[in-house]
């Protein structure tokens, strides 16, 4: 409860993580809400009411907020029902991402020797991997959906977390309190998660935002490429569209909304992110 108390007050201390919170907020709840925000139905073909025809690649207006595309769908809502996509596949990959990185790094910085050893050239090899081939190669193989997408993340991404909280385990299973732990009679896995694992929560939660935005970033590169889920709407895919009709040239707005989107949540991300970097390394405060 009390690392809680502690970031939120890092946050509250931090304009920019302040700002990168209320962002946040602000995309949750119109990813909650999408129904009620959103003017139309994502893939709802409008009709102009002064005109009777299709409202194609109108720009942004008072009536359409953020524009049509070339099917006469609102920009503006497309967005908001996006954002559930870019925050479903953040959140949940970032858990997924944090939690694997975490476990892995505080086994091999425990028992180091052997163990470490096998763990770290697993790291080096997930290292060697290039993201985006390897993600649209398992997402062909298995069929684009986002369920898959987020399991390519979770098989990768959680190389760098797993790394950094080693080093600090490392250093941690030499300490007093662990060996006094280990006189006591504790066992292994009590030591790891009751006497450990508390000592590196501040790089838990300092990797959940970290890894929340190169989640957004890797689903919307993927979708960007076509192997994103065609079921539903995202703002990779809505990038997608934009340029195989070749908008980009005559509806800039279209790709616009969507890029903006993307990049606030990852601008926000990182800001909040920035905000809990003292607690992991306190020498930064100096």
Known sequence: MDLIKTIFRAILSDRLAIFGLVVIILFIFAAIFAPYVAPYEPREIIKDTDTGLVAKYKPPSLKYWFGTD?????????????SRIALVVGFLSAILVVFVGTNVGLVAGYY????????????????????????????????????????????????APARV???????????PFVKSARVAGASNMRIIYQHIGPNIL?????????????????????????FGDPRVISWGGMLQIAFASGAMRIAWWWTLAPGLAIVLVVISVY???RALEPLANPQLLK
Do not use: C, H
């Open 70 to 82: 070339n099917l006469a769908r609102d920009i503006f809502s497309q967005v908001v029902f996006g």
């Open 271 to 273: 800001f909040i992110g």
């Open 165 to 175: 909280i080693r080093s600090q385990v490392l250093s941690l299973s030499q300490r």
């Open 202 to 226: 501040p790089f838990v939660f300092l990797y959940i935002p970290i890894s929340v935005g190169w989640a957004i970033i890797a689903e919307a590169s993927v979708s960007f490429l076509g």
């Open 112 to 159: 180091g020797g052997r163990t470490d050893n096998f763990l770290m050239r697993i790291v080096d090899i997930a290292y060697a991997i290039p993201f985006i081939p390897f993600a649209v190669l398992l997402v062909a193989l298995l069929q684009p959906s986002i369920k898959n997408l987020i399991l390519v993340m979770a098989l990768l991404m959680w190389r």
